[in-house]
């Protein structure tokens, strides 16, 4: 076939044989980016075989925005990343791009509903944003204008490597169901899953300019039908994008399962911030129609379920063929705000760590509950540097160059202290830092990145950012910090509160300190590892 003997030869054309140390200035070291070019939203995450598949938004022809295409890496532990060939490629790159493939999710069709299936092989089924450049008739016969949006699938008979777009029938949903017609230009990012108790396929897109999502449904991935629509809801501050919704049991208690729908918002995100954000809403789903809990509105303060109250964590997605009792989450580490301006090179955008979601009864409400599980600790030859101090008076105390790398654990509960916490990524002077910490009075955590290193490239990005959390019943406060070259990630309490920001450090900010303002704190905890880099 034409197509995919084309898709084949611009496969090998566009391979990743660009070489990278993965140790120029502020490359993370345990978190993914491609060796070059520009990323941003995660697509098509799956995990199939015993393999983690990590597609992405992707330019190969650029550091910024541009020649749109699935990037594809993958991994054994959600860890350890190999980047692989372009999965795929911005149709006419690089001449003359007449489709770009937006963000979209991939399932396994294990039971052949597509019939895409050859000689016993379980067909992979993407399904994705096509955006066309120029007005076209298409191979299917299909005409679509300049900068129309619609849902396309391809599909990959060997284990996710080559993928051959459908295009007999593609797009497969052309336009926004009627009344909305008319919003053919913005109507995007399809989160696909299965759903058992209907027998069915489930697909979620964005009306994104008048903050609606649609569900439709279909039983051989080609043929769609809507199902119903939801919003506006809660953050309509910005646009709405990269949807996503899925079962989690409350309480690990199988009879209270929830559904939960994450929406992307750019810009409006989270208070403090300036840019994109992430919003979830939990509700119940009954296989036509979701419906949010009451809880989901919060009276008087529309916006406060973000899923990340921090600057850089948005279009999050979530890995299909796995359980719902491991339920997980990545997400795109920058913001729309200052992506493109980031001082990183070659290459701009990573992904956060995985994170693993839960829902837990906090203060008699469903919470969303996000813990990054991974093994990278383990692989640390030099173990965990544990210290404790019953009393910590007022003041600092500095832990010496730690390093840049650090996975740290921080409980501790209040005295007479107004702030607690540790710098981390300082230089030996302290004028280069960035603070993270538990701020009493307001019950909030912070980071603090207006001293961070390189914050020049955008006028917002020195800032101080909090996200609500309240003590543990006893008084202790627990924080998880993940830091690497160029970002900070804080999981608070059991993960209920997280705050997700990029910092550009000097290399020479290794050093470490921990702080109590305006008096002492008790029972102080720190345990520290420095974590390896998970490049090989
Ligand atoms: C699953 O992966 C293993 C290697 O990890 C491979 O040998 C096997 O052929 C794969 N099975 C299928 C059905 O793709
Ligand atoms: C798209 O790719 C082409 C070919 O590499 C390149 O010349 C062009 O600058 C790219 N566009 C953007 C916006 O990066
Ligand atoms: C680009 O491709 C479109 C669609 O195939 C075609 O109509 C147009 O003539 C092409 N433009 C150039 C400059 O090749
Ligand atoms: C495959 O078919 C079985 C039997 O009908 C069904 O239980 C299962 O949910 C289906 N799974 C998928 C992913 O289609
Ligand atoms: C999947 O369906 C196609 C089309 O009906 C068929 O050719 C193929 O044998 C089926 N099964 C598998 C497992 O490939
Ligand atoms: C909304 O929530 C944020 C974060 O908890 C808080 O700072 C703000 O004061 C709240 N606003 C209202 C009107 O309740
Ligand atoms: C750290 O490195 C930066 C950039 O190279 C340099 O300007 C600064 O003086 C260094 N600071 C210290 C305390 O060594």
Redesign the pocket.
Known sequence: MIVSLKALGLCLLASPTWATSYKEPYRPQFHFSPAK??INDPVGLLHHNGTYHLYYQY?????????MSWGHATSDDLTHWEEQPIALL?RG???N?TEMFFTGSAVADVNNTSGFGVDGKTPLVAVYTSSYQVTQTLPSGKEVKANQQSQSIAYSIDDGMAWTTYDEANPVIQNPPTPYQNQYENFRDPFIFWHEQTNKWILVTALSEIHKLVLWTSDNLKDWKVLSEFGPFNGVGGVWECPNLFPLDLDNDESKTKWVMIVGLNPGGPPGTVGSGTQYFIGSFDGTKFTPDDESVYPGNKTSNWMDWGPDYYATTSFNGLPSTDHTVIGWMNNWQYGTKIPAYPWHGAMTAPRHLSLKTINEKPTLIQQPNEAWKSIESQGKHSSTWKTFNQGSKDLGPVGKTLDVELEFSASDASKFGIIVQATSDWKEQTAIGYDFKGKQIFVDRTKSGDVSFDETFASVYHAPLIPNSDGTVRLRILVDWSSIEVFGGDGEATLTAQIFPSKNATFAQLFSDGGDTRNVQLGVRRVSSTWK
């Open positions: 070019n520009w330019n190969p022809g650029g550091i910024e925005w541009g020649n911005a790159f690089p001449e791009v």
